[in-house]
């Protein structure tokens, strides 16, 4: 479960250390922004899959390729034609951002209280 968090935080690290002071404008700055993201997407929906005891590594690395992919192509598809596609990405992957973060919270806050629950019940056959 660690593995995908300790990742994404070296990457960040990574990118925060090179392009520290160095202002990301016009399509490299919307590029970037996408590819995180897709990143933070697919993270967050690994930590979730983790919880819920159903993460395989095959969906996590392709679906982190899909994300990224597909929103890249999406605002360089926008792009062509003069329209802010990448918006629309921004947008579902901002969505499922959240809707993990939710599912995270609940996941976490069961397994929370399933364990103040079997202490009680312990203490009290104790």
């Known amino acids: 479960m660690l593995i995908p968090i ?9 990118g925060w ?3 520290q002071g160095t202002p990301l404008s016009g399509i490299a700055g919307v590029y970037l922004g996408i590819g995180v993201l897709a990143g933070l997407d697919t993270v967050l929906g690994g930590v979730k899959s983790v919880l819920t005891d159903e993460f395989r590594t095959d969906v996590f690395v392709t679906g982190f390729l899909v ?11 926008g ?14 992957m901002g969505w499922r951002i959240f809707n993990n973060l939710g599912l ?5 806050l069961s397994r929370f209280y399933e364990t103040q629950r079997r202490r009680r019940v312990e203490a009290e056959r104790s």
């Not at 300790?6 to 990574?14: C, E, Q, R, W």
């Not at 994300?67 to 598809?77: P, Q, S």
């Not at 995270?104 to 976490?108: A, D, H, K, P, W």
């Open 6 to 14: 300790f990742a994404f935080l070296i990457g960040a690290a990574i």
């Open 104 to 108: 995270i919270r609940r996941q976490l």
């Open 17 to 19: 250390t090179l392009f």
């Open 67 to 77: 994300n990224v992919l597909a929103a890249a192509g999406l605002a360089w598809f």
């Open 79 to 92: 792009d062509q034609i003069g329209v802010q596609l990448a918006l629309a990405a921004v947008v579902v």
